[in-house]
């Protein structure tokens, strides 16, 4: 297969999967949760706080697409 196809294949698989949206769920609360506690320790909340927790919800998703994308490839025996 071409790359761009790969590539168009794992974008539709993403939002094709539950477990995606599942993840997103939880990222999306753990940083909520982490926002209720810094708002209610601290009167401002500045963008030196909200930016860190940005920061972490790239790197979860990004670590979801990249094990989606390395067990795709090992069960079809393309590594």
Excluded at 52 to 73: C, E, H, Q, S, Y
């Amino acid at each position: 297969m071409r790359n761009l196809q790969l590539v168009k294949y794992d974008i539709i698989s993403l939002f094709k999967s539950y477990l995606t949206y599942i993840a997103l769920i939880i990222i999306w609360a753990l940083l909520g949760g982490m926002t209720v506690l810094f708002v209610r320790n601290s009167d401002k909340v500045d963008y030196s706080m909200i930016l860190p927790m940005a920061n972490w919800m790239f790197l979860f998703f990004g670590l979801l697409v990249v094990i989606k994308t390395i067990t795709r490839d090992y069960s079809q025996g393309t590594i």
